[in-house]
């Protein structure tokens, strides 16, 4: 009698990546013919590409082979990758720099806020560990966008006259960013002139000049009146009020000057720059350096007064009469 067995062939079972198959990695004896269910499991991160060797359907996780010959079927895993957007809102840069980078699933990714000269972090949007801190995580768990937002840093410039004058930008309180230059202009006021700027500006003595913005600042303009000398004096025997000598006065002031003359002599006028040079009481505008001189002459006695008018009269008598 004939005795016949099986044909019998190995079925090899293997992984290429992270994860696992049923029947488990190793080499089996299958008959021919025989049709054997084989699955994918892919471990987490992990993805399943397909099956390499012969197999009914390779893209399939679970499918079968059919034993026709020894044979290698082997299960493919790839990483799960997803995409990481890094971007910035405002001045400054992140770590790693902008862009789209790929991370597999699962991996933790450190990001850095940078912030430019000027500027201040202001927080994360997207997925991340802590929107707060300039140096946090994000869990590649999908496609993210994350983006680090700033700010400019904005300081308060207050702008203060002392004196009599504007400026431009008008004396209050304002914002500027940090690093800004802003332009400032002092006018003084009619009889006023301005003596400098307190404060840390460019140049603390030109009415045009500029302050850079490094933090909250306080620039003051300076005013003082325009001062000038009022020289008074008196040719003659007289006296006048204020008293003959050097007075000073702020420009635009009306000064109110009398001239008042010694026994014997009389008022004559004054010379220099007033408002009526014939009156004894009188005023001086002053605008600039002046001298003003009250102007005395001895007066005439009495006795020669009366003796001028008898001969006036005697005069006119006889020119009556055709003489």
């Known amino acids: 009698m004939a005795n016949f067995s099986p044909i019998v062939h190995t079925l090899s079972l293997g992984v290429e990546g992270s994860g696992s198959i049923q029947p488990a990695v190793g080499a089996y004896q299958y008959n021919e013919g025989d049709v054997v269910a084989i699955k994918a499991v892919p471990d987490q991160g992990w993805q399943f590409d397909g ?4 197999v009914t359907a390779p893209d ?6 059919i034993v026709s010959s020894d044979k290698t079927v082997t299960a493919e895993f790839t990483p799960i990758m997803h995409a990481l957007s890094l971007g910035v809102d405002g001045s400054g840069s992140t770590k790693p720099v902008l862009g789209t980078y790929r991370y597999r699933e699962g991996d933790v990714v450190t990001v850095i806020a940078i912030t430019g000269e000027g500027w201040r972090f202001d927080g994360w949007s997207g997925d991340v560990a802590d929107s707060k801190s300039a140096v946090t995580t994000v869990t590649v768990s999908s496609n993210k ?3 680090a937002n700033f700010t400019p840093i904005v300081h308060t410039l207050s702008l ?3 004196g009599s004058g504007s400026i431009q930008p008008a004396a209050g309180i304002h914002e500027y960013n940090q690093g800004d230059v802003v332009t400032i202009t002092a006018t003084p006021g009619e009889g006023w002139q301005f003596d400098g700027w307190s404060g840390d500006v460019t140049d603390s003595e030109s009415a045009v000049t500029t302050v850079t913005v490094s933090s909250d600042m306080t620039v003051t303009a300076e005013f003082s ?3 000038h000398t009022l020289s008074l004096g008196v040719d003659g025997s007289g006296s006048i009020q204020p ?11 009306v ?3 009398t001239a008042t003359p010694a026994e014997g002599w009389q008022f004559d006028g004054w010379s220099g720059d007033v408002s009526d040079s014939e009156s004894a009481v009188t005023t001086v505008t002053v605008s600039s350096d002046k001298t003003v001189t009250a102007n005395f002459s001895q007066a005439e006695p009495s006795w020669w007064k009366a003796l001028h008018t008898v001969y006036d009269r005697v005069l006119a008598m006889f020119r009556s009469l055709g003489v």
Do not use: R
């Open 60 to 65: 399939l996780t679970a499918t079968t082979v």
């Open 225 to 227: 009146p325009i001062v």
């Open 145 to 147: 966008t994350v983006t």
């Open 51 to 54: 099956w390499s060797g012969g």
């Open 243 to 253: 008293a003959a000598g050097s007075h000073e006065y702020n420009e635009g002031d």
């Open 160 to 162: 203060e006259v002392d």
């Open 255 to 257: 000064v109110t000057i």
